[in-house]
Protein backbone atom coordinates (compact mmCIF):
# COMPACT_ATOMS: atom_id res chain seq x y z
CA UNK A 1 0.00 0.00 0.00
CA UNK A 2 3.13 2.35 1.05
CA UNK A 3 4.49 1.88 -3.01
CA UNK A 4 0.95 3.07 -4.56
CA UNK A 5 0.89 6.05 -2.46
CA UNK A 6 4.60 6.31 -3.57
CA UNK A 7 3.77 5.87 -6.98
CA UNK A 8 0.62 8.32 -7.06
CA UNK A 9 2.91 11.06 -5.13
CA UNK A 10 5.89 10.26 -8.05
CA UNK A 11 3.38 11.34 -10.91
CA UNK A 12 2.62 14.91 -8.89
CA UNK A 13 6.26 15.50 -7.50
CA UNK A 14 8.34 13.45 -10.33
CA UNK A 15 10.23 9.81 -10.26
CA UNK A 16 13.66 11.67 -9.42
CA UNK A 17 12.80 12.99 -5.98
CA UNK A 18 10.92 9.58 -5.41
CA UNK A 19 14.00 7.54 -6.21
CA UNK A 20 16.07 9.57 -4.32
CA UNK A 21 13.76 9.63 -1.39
CA UNK A 22 13.77 5.51 -1.60
CA UNK A 23 17.51 5.83 -1.84
CA UNK A 24 18.11 8.09 1.87
CA UNK A 25 17.79 7.03 5.44
CA UNK A 26 17.69 9.25 8.91
CA UNK A 27 18.11 8.31 11.90
CA UNK A 28 16.30 10.76 14.63
CA UNK A 29 17.69 10.11 18.33
CA UNK A 30 16.30 11.83 20.89
CA UNK A 31 18.45 11.95 24.36
CA UNK A 32 16.03 13.23 26.65
CA UNK A 33 17.28 15.53 28.92
CA UNK A 34 20.01 16.67 26.67
CA UNK A 35 22.31 19.50 27.27
CA UNK A 36 24.68 21.35 24.83
CA UNK A 37 27.98 20.98 26.88
CA UNK A 38 26.89 16.90 26.81
CA UNK A 39 28.99 16.96 23.40
CA UNK A 40 31.01 20.25 23.78
CA UNK A 41 32.81 19.61 26.87
CA UNK A 42 35.55 16.37 26.98
CA UNK A 43 34.48 16.56 30.76
CA UNK A 44 31.10 14.76 29.77
CA UNK A 45 31.31 11.13 28.56
CA UNK A 46 30.50 11.24 24.79
CA UNK A 47 33.61 10.15 22.78
CA UNK A 48 31.78 8.51 20.14
CA UNK A 49 29.17 11.44 19.50
CA UNK A 50 32.17 14.11 19.50
CA UNK A 51 34.35 11.52 17.10
CA UNK A 52 31.46 11.46 14.23
CA UNK A 53 30.68 15.27 15.08
CA UNK A 54 34.13 15.83 13.53
CA UNK A 55 32.63 14.83 9.92
CA UNK A 56 29.52 16.75 11.19
CA UNK A 57 28.08 20.08 12.35
CA UNK A 58 25.90 21.02 15.59
CA UNK A 59 24.21 23.53 17.45
CA UNK A 60 25.27 25.53 20.26
CA UNK A 61 21.66 25.45 21.69
CA UNK A 62 18.38 24.83 20.68
CA UNK A 63 15.10 27.11 22.09
CA UNK A 64 11.90 24.96 22.99
CA UNK A 65 8.55 24.80 23.03
CA UNK A 66 6.70 26.30 25.99
CA UNK A 67 6.48 24.06 28.82
CA UNK A 68 9.59 22.50 27.93
CA UNK A 69 8.85 19.04 28.71
CA UNK A 70 8.78 15.60 26.78
CA UNK A 71 5.64 15.65 24.75
CA UNK A 72 4.83 18.63 23.32
CA UNK A 73 8.57 18.84 22.92
CA UNK A 74 8.85 15.38 20.98
CA UNK A 75 5.82 16.13 18.92
CA UNK A 76 7.40 19.14 17.59
CA UNK A 77 10.25 17.94 16.15
CA UNK A 78 8.11 15.22 13.98
CA UNK A 79 5.85 17.83 13.03
CA UNK A 80 7.65 21.08 12.47
CA UNK A 81 5.14 23.50 14.84
CA UNK A 82 4.58 24.40 18.49
CA UNK A 83 2.24 22.88 20.71
CA UNK A 84 -0.59 25.63 20.15
CA UNK A 85 -1.05 23.81 16.56
CA UNK A 86 0.17 20.39 17.09
CA UNK A 87 -2.30 19.52 19.92
CA UNK A 88 0.16 18.24 22.62
CA UNK A 89 -0.07 20.31 25.43
CA UNK A 90 1.71 18.78 27.90
CA UNK A 91 3.01 15.30 29.30
CA UNK A 92 -0.22 14.26 30.93
CA UNK A 93 -3.91 16.02 30.43
CA UNK A 94 -5.14 17.76 32.84
CA UNK A 95 -7.11 15.99 35.89
CA UNK A 96 -9.05 18.25 38.22
CA UNK A 97 -11.12 15.27 39.59
CA UNK A 98 -7.63 13.42 40.53
CA UNK A 99 -4.43 12.42 38.87
CA UNK A 100 -4.85 8.51 37.60
CA UNK A 101 -1.31 9.01 35.55
CA UNK A 102 -2.63 8.77 32.15
CA UNK A 103 -0.40 10.05 29.60
CA UNK A 104 -0.57 11.62 26.31
CA UNK A 105 0.04 8.29 24.82
CA UNK A 106 -1.74 8.16 21.39
CA UNK A 107 -1.08 9.19 18.09
CA UNK A 108 -4.45 10.24 17.08
CA UNK A 109 -4.32 13.25 19.33
CA UNK A 110 -1.91 14.81 16.83
CA UNK A 111 -4.08 17.82 14.76
CA UNK A 112 -1.34 18.25 12.44
CA UNK A 113 0.42 16.04 9.55
CA UNK A 114 3.63 14.46 10.91
CA UNK A 115 6.74 13.08 9.37
CA UNK A 116 5.22 9.84 9.63
CA UNK A 117 2.47 10.82 7.26
CA UNK A 118 4.19 12.69 4.96
CA UNK A 119 6.67 9.48 4.70
CA UNK A 120 4.18 7.20 3.93
CA UNK A 121 2.45 8.95 1.16
CA UNK A 122 6.12 9.08 -0.63
CA UNK A 123 5.83 5.36 -0.21
CA UNK A 124 9.02 5.43 2.45
CA UNK A 125 9.26 3.09 5.23
CA UNK A 126 9.39 4.08 8.57
CA UNK A 127 9.75 2.75 12.06
CA UNK A 128 9.58 3.94 15.83
CA UNK A 129 10.95 3.13 19.22
CA UNK A 130 9.71 4.84 22.55
CA UNK A 131 9.10 7.68 20.76
CA UNK A 132 6.45 9.74 22.98
CA UNK A 133 2.65 10.07 21.65
CA UNK A 134 2.86 7.49 19.15
CA UNK A 135 0.65 4.54 20.16
CA UNK A 136 -1.38 3.93 16.67
CA UNK A 137 1.59 5.82 14.68
CA UNK A 138 1.71 5.21 11.05
CA UNK A 139 4.71 3.56 10.70
CA UNK A 140 5.64 0.18 9.31
CA UNK A 141 7.06 -1.04 12.75
CA UNK A 142 6.56 0.82 15.94
CA UNK A 143 7.15 0.16 19.51
CA UNK A 144 5.48 2.90 21.13
CA UNK A 145 6.43 5.04 24.49
CA UNK A 146 3.26 3.27 27.20
CA UNK A 147 2.87 1.30 29.54
CA UNK A 148 -0.67 0.30 31.54
CA UNK A 149 -1.11 1.94 34.84
CA UNK A 150 -1.41 -0.28 37.71
CA UNK A 151 -4.61 -1.76 38.98
CA UNK A 152 -4.43 -1.50 42.93
CA UNK A 153 -2.38 0.57 45.19
CA UNK A 154 0.94 -0.40 45.73
CA UNK A 155 1.24 -2.27 42.15
CA UNK A 156 3.88 -0.64 39.94
CA UNK A 157 2.66 0.10 35.85
CA UNK A 158 3.03 -2.67 33.71
CA UNK A 159 4.99 -1.75 31.03
CA UNK A 160 6.43 -4.66 29.05
CA UNK A 161 2.86 -6.07 28.49
CA UNK A 162 1.67 -2.98 27.34
CA UNK A 163 4.52 -2.58 24.57
CA UNK A 164 4.08 -6.04 23.55
CA UNK A 165 0.09 -5.80 22.95
CA UNK A 166 1.27 -2.09 21.34
CA UNK A 167 3.46 -2.90 19.31
CA UNK A 168 3.24 -2.98 15.07
CA UNK A 169 2.82 -5.06 13.47
CA UNK A 170 1.50 -7.96 15.41
CA UNK A 171 4.08 -10.27 16.78
CA UNK A 172 6.82 -7.40 16.30
CA UNK A 173 7.62 -7.21 19.60
CA UNK A 174 7.97 -11.39 19.58
CA UNK A 175 10.43 -10.94 17.03
CA UNK A 176 12.31 -8.88 18.65
CA UNK A 177 12.32 -10.63 22.10
CA UNK A 178 13.21 -13.31 19.47
CA UNK A 179 16.17 -12.29 17.44
CA UNK A 180 17.22 -9.21 19.08
CA UNK A 181 16.88 -8.63 22.97
CA UNK A 182 16.08 -11.77 24.15
CA UNK A 183 13.59 -12.81 26.86
CA UNK A 184 12.93 -9.53 29.39
CA UNK A 185 11.07 -9.42 32.46
CA UNK A 186 9.17 -5.99 33.21
CA UNK A 187 11.73 -5.17 35.85
CA UNK A 188 13.58 -4.36 31.94
CA UNK A 189 11.45 -1.83 31.40
CA UNK A 190 12.15 0.17 34.58
CA UNK A 191 13.59 3.71 34.17
CA UNK A 192 16.28 2.85 37.46
CA UNK A 193 18.10 0.77 35.54
CA UNK A 194 20.21 1.33 32.33
CA UNK A 195 18.78 -1.91 30.34
CA UNK A 196 15.69 0.44 29.31
CA UNK A 197 17.76 2.22 26.38
CA UNK A 198 20.03 -0.67 25.87
CA UNK A 199 16.89 -2.60 25.08
CA UNK A 200 15.59 -0.06 22.60
CA UNK A 201 18.54 0.54 20.74
CA UNK A 202 19.06 -3.14 20.03
CA UNK A 203 15.08 -3.45 18.71
CA UNK A 204 16.16 -0.10 16.51
CA UNK A 205 19.56 -2.17 15.62
CA UNK A 206 17.95 -5.18 14.38
CA UNK A 207 15.31 -3.35 12.63
CA UNK A 208 17.85 -1.25 11.02
CA UNK A 209 19.80 -4.15 9.80
CA UNK A 210 16.58 -6.58 8.35
CA UNK A 211 14.29 -3.71 6.95
CA UNK A 212 16.42 -0.58 6.44
CA UNK A 213 14.06 1.48 6.96
CA UNK A 214 13.98 5.26 5.68
CA UNK A 215 12.93 6.87 8.46
CA UNK A 216 13.96 5.28 11.85
CA UNK A 217 12.87 7.54 15.59
CA UNK A 218 14.33 6.49 18.47
CA UNK A 219 13.62 7.95 22.39
CA UNK A 220 16.74 7.35 25.02
CA UNK A 221 15.46 8.17 28.52
CA UNK A 222 17.91 7.35 31.21
CA UNK A 223 19.61 10.67 30.97
CA UNK A 224 16.59 12.58 31.88
CA UNK A 225 15.70 10.03 34.35
CA UNK A 226 19.04 10.45 36.56
CA UNK A 227 18.91 13.96 36.00
CA UNK A 228 15.54 14.43 37.86
CA UNK A 229 16.82 12.34 40.57
CA UNK A 230 20.77 13.78 41.21
CA UNK A 231 20.12 17.20 39.41
CA UNK A 232 22.40 18.67 36.53
CA UNK A 233 25.78 16.63 37.44
CA UNK A 234 25.43 13.48 39.38
CA UNK A 235 27.39 10.10 39.31
CA UNK A 236 24.38 8.52 37.16
CA UNK A 237 23.70 11.43 34.60
CA UNK A 238 27.25 10.40 34.03
CA UNK A 239 27.04 6.49 33.56
CA UNK A 240 23.51 7.08 31.66
CA UNK A 241 25.17 9.31 29.00
CA UNK A 242 28.42 6.88 28.65
CA UNK A 243 25.64 4.52 27.71
CA UNK A 244 23.72 6.48 25.67
CA UNK A 245 27.37 7.25 23.49
CA UNK A 246 27.67 3.42 23.30
CA UNK A 247 24.37 3.44 22.08
CA UNK A 248 24.74 5.80 19.39
CA UNK A 249 28.32 3.81 18.47
CA UNK A 250 25.49 0.45 18.10
CA UNK A 251 23.39 2.29 15.83
CA UNK A 252 26.28 3.59 13.66
CA UNK A 253 27.61 0.24 13.25
CA UNK A 254 23.88 -1.28 12.62
CA UNK A 255 23.57 1.24 9.54
CA UNK A 256 26.98 0.16 8.52
CA UNK A 257 26.09 -3.26 8.75
CA UNK A 258 22.85 -3.03 7.00
CA UNK A 259 25.28 -1.40 4.17
CA UNK A 260 22.90 1.92 3.83
CA UNK A 261 25.77 4.21 5.31
CA UNK A 262 26.52 5.65 2.69
CA UNK A 263 22.96 7.27 2.41
CA UNK A 264 22.05 7.36 5.89
CA UNK A 265 22.09 11.09 7.82
CA UNK A 266 22.26 11.01 11.69
CA UNK A 267 20.94 13.76 13.62
CA UNK A 268 20.60 13.78 17.26
CA UNK A 269 18.42 16.00 19.34
CA UNK A 270 17.12 16.25 22.79
CA UNK A 271 14.02 17.95 24.27
CA UNK A 272 14.45 20.49 26.58
CA UNK A 273 17.83 21.14 29.41
CA UNK A 274 17.66 20.64 32.99
CA UNK A 275 17.53 23.09 36.05
CA UNK A 276 18.50 21.78 39.51
CA UNK A 277 15.46 22.67 41.69
CA UNK A 278 15.06 23.05 45.66
CA UNK A 279 11.50 24.09 46.62
CA UNK A 280 8.19 23.45 45.14
CA UNK A 281 5.35 25.84 44.43
CA UNK A 282 1.50 24.48 44.74
CA UNK A 283 -0.96 26.99 43.60
CA UNK A 284 -3.81 24.97 43.87
CA UNK A 285 -3.58 25.84 47.80
CA UNK A 286 -4.10 29.19 46.75
CA UNK A 287 -7.22 28.11 44.92
CA UNK A 288 -8.64 25.81 47.80
CA UNK A 289 -8.13 28.52 49.92
CA UNK A 290 -10.27 30.83 47.72
CA UNK A 291 -12.80 28.73 47.28
CA UNK A 292 -12.16 27.63 43.11
CA UNK A 293 -10.87 24.19 44.15
CA UNK A 294 -12.07 21.64 46.35
CA UNK A 295 -9.77 18.73 47.05
CA UNK A 296 -12.26 16.72 49.15
CA UNK A 297 -15.04 17.99 46.57
CA UNK A 298 -12.84 18.17 43.39
CA UNK A 299 -16.04 17.62 41.24
CA UNK A 300 -17.34 21.23 42.59
CA UNK A 301 -13.94 22.73 40.80
CA UNK A 302 -14.13 26.34 39.21
CA UNK A 303 -10.24 26.60 38.56
CA UNK A 304 -7.62 24.47 38.46
CA UNK A 305 -3.90 25.04 38.40
CA UNK A 306 -2.13 21.74 36.03
CA UNK A 307 1.43 21.36 36.97
CA UNK A 308 3.46 20.70 33.67
CA UNK A 309 6.98 19.95 34.58
CA UNK A 310 8.31 23.23 36.86
CA UNK A 311 5.53 25.36 35.03
CA UNK A 312 1.70 25.46 35.89
CA UNK A 313 -1.40 26.26 33.54
CA UNK A 314 -4.29 27.67 34.66
CA UNK A 315 -7.96 25.91 33.12
CA UNK A 316 -11.63 27.35 34.16
CA UNK A 317 -14.41 24.07 34.53
CA UNK A 318 -16.18 27.09 32.69
CA UNK A 319 -14.31 28.18 29.74
CA UNK A 320 -16.72 31.73 29.74
CA UNK A 321 -16.20 32.13 33.52
CA UNK A 322 -14.96 35.75 33.53
CA UNK A 323 -15.62 35.83 37.63
CA UNK A 324 -13.57 33.33 38.23
CA UNK A 325 -10.63 34.09 35.62
CA UNK A 326 -10.86 37.84 37.59
CA UNK A 327 -10.41 35.83 40.80
CA UNK A 328 -7.32 34.21 40.01
CA UNK A 329 -5.86 37.32 38.81
CA UNK A 330 -6.54 38.95 41.97
CA UNK A 331 -5.78 36.48 43.93
CA UNK A 332 -2.19 36.20 42.30
CA UNK A 333 -1.76 40.17 42.42
CA UNK A 334 -2.53 39.91 45.92
CA UNK A 335 0.25 37.60 47.15
CA UNK A 336 3.05 38.45 49.13
CA UNK A 337 5.76 40.14 47.52
CA UNK A 338 8.27 37.13 48.74
CA UNK A 339 6.25 34.60 46.34
CA UNK A 340 5.33 37.37 43.65
CA UNK A 341 8.56 37.01 43.07
CA UNK A 342 9.14 33.33 42.81
CA UNK A 343 7.50 33.14 38.75
CA UNK A 344 6.89 35.19 36.09
CA UNK A 345 2.51 35.14 34.26
CA UNK A 346 2.08 34.26 31.02
CA UNK A 347 -1.23 35.50 29.73
CA UNK A 348 -2.87 34.57 27.10
CA UNK A 349 -1.07 36.74 24.57
CA UNK A 350 1.57 35.81 26.02
CA UNK A 351 1.32 31.77 25.30
CA UNK A 352 -0.29 32.34 21.75
CA UNK A 353 2.58 34.25 21.05
CA UNK A 354 5.05 31.24 22.24
CA UNK A 355 2.69 28.59 20.67
CA UNK A 356 1.59 27.28 24.21
CA UNK A 357 -1.73 25.41 25.31
CA UNK A 358 -4.95 26.52 23.61
CA UNK A 359 -7.26 25.58 26.69
CA UNK A 360 -5.10 27.72 29.68
CA UNK A 361 -5.94 30.96 30.59
CA UNK A 362 -2.72 31.75 31.54
CA UNK A 363 0.37 30.00 33.16
CA UNK A 364 3.33 30.41 35.96
CA UNK A 365 6.83 30.16 35.11
CA UNK A 366 8.87 29.83 38.03
CA UNK A 367 12.70 31.26 38.60
CA UNK A 368 15.46 29.10 38.54
CA UNK A 369 15.68 26.58 41.11
CA UNK A 370 11.89 26.55 41.66
CA UNK A 371 9.25 23.93 40.65
CA UNK A 372 5.23 23.77 40.55
CA UNK A 373 3.12 21.14 42.08
CA UNK A 374 -0.57 19.71 41.91
CA UNK A 375 -1.12 19.62 45.51
CA UNK A 376 -4.18 21.75 46.94
CA UNK A 377 -3.17 20.45 50.72
CA UNK A 378 -0.49 21.77 53.27
CA UNK A 379 2.06 24.34 52.27
CA UNK A 380 2.08 26.35 49.41
CA UNK A 381 5.66 26.04 49.67
CA UNK A 382 7.76 22.63 49.59
CA UNK A 383 11.31 21.28 49.48
CA UNK A 384 11.94 19.56 46.27
CA UNK A 385 15.02 18.11 44.91
CA UNK A 386 16.64 16.42 42.38
CA UNK A 387 15.98 18.25 38.49
CA UNK A 388 13.25 19.32 36.41
CA UNK A 389 12.48 21.43 33.37
CA UNK A 390 9.42 22.59 32.25
CA UNK A 391 10.49 26.04 32.56
CA UNK A 392 9.55 29.09 29.74
CA UNK A 393 11.94 28.61 27.55
CA UNK A 394 14.33 32.15 27.74
CA UNK A 395 17.46 31.11 29.10
CA UNK A 396 20.35 28.53 28.12
CA UNK A 397 19.91 25.81 30.68
CA UNK A 398 16.59 24.94 29.43
CA UNK A 399 17.75 24.21 25.73
CA UNK A 400 18.50 21.50 24.37
CA UNK A 401 21.28 19.81 21.91
CA UNK A 402 21.48 19.35 18.18
CA UNK A 403 23.67 17.37 16.28
CA UNK A 404 23.68 16.11 12.84
CA UNK A 405 26.28 13.79 10.72
CA UNK A 406 26.44 11.65 7.26
CA UNK A 407 24.89 11.87 4.46
CA UNK A 408 23.66 15.51 2.98
CA UNK A 409 25.52 17.21 6.26
CA UNK A 410 27.82 20.05 5.10
CA UNK A 411 30.91 19.37 8.03
CA UNK A 412 32.11 21.73 10.38
CA UNK A 413 28.76 24.41 10.67
CA UNK A 414 28.50 25.27 13.79
CA UNK A 415 24.44 26.51 14.58
CA UNK A 416 24.51 29.72 17.30
CA UNK A 417 20.98 28.96 18.13
CA UNK A 418 17.65 27.24 16.24
CA UNK A 419 14.16 26.35 17.16
CA UNK A 420 13.10 22.61 18.11
CA UNK A 421 10.45 22.97 15.49
CA UNK A 422 13.57 22.95 12.74
CA UNK A 423 14.34 19.29 12.99
CA UNK A 424 11.04 18.57 11.16
CA UNK A 425 11.75 20.30 7.49
CA UNK A 426 15.75 19.32 8.21
CA UNK A 427 14.31 15.70 7.86
CA UNK A 428 12.14 16.42 5.49
CA UNK A 429 14.53 17.68 2.87
CA UNK A 430 17.17 14.81 3.47
CA UNK A 431 14.55 12.27 2.39
CA UNK A 432 13.17 14.27 -0.32
CA UNK A 433 9.22 14.64 0.87
CA UNK A 434 7.03 17.29 0.67
CA UNK A 435 6.65 19.06 3.97
CA UNK A 436 4.74 22.42 3.75
CA UNK A 437 3.03 22.41 7.22
CA UNK A 438 5.99 22.90 9.18
CA UNK A 439 6.89 26.40 10.19
CA UNK A 440 10.04 25.21 11.50
CA UNK A 441 13.67 26.21 8.65
CA UNK A 442 16.13 24.87 7.75
CA UNK A 443 19.33 26.82 9.47
CA UNK A 444 21.74 28.34 6.90
CA UNK A 445 24.54 26.17 5.11
CA UNK A 446 23.65 22.87 7.34
CA UNK A 447 22.53 20.60 4.02
CA UNK A 448 24.31 20.11 0.86
CA UNK A 449 21.61 18.49 -0.61
CA UNK A 450 19.66 19.75 -3.51
Not at 268 to 279: A, E, K, L, S
Amino acid sequence: MNKIFGLLTACLFGATALQAADNNHVILISIDGLRPEFYKEASWPTTHIRQALKQGSYADGVTGVFPTVTYPSHTAMITGVKPLKHGIYYNTPPEPLGVTGKWNWFYDSIRVPTLFTAAKAQGLSTASFFWPVSVGMPADYTVPEYWYLPKAKGEKRDMKHALSDMAYPKGFFQELEDNAIGKVDEIDFDGDFLSMDDLTTKMACYTIRKYKPNFLTLHLVTVDHFQHEQGRNGDKVQASLAAVDHAIMQLMEAVEKAGIKEHTTFIITGDHGFVDIHTSINPNVWLAQAGLYDPKHPENWKAYFHASGASAFLLLKDKKDTKTLKMVNELLAKLPEDQKKLFAIKDRTNLDQVGASGESFLALAPVKGYTFGNSAEGDVLKKAKGGTHGFYPDFKEIQTGFMAFGYGIRPGVVIPEMSLTDVAPIIAKLLHIPFPSAEGKIPANLLIVE
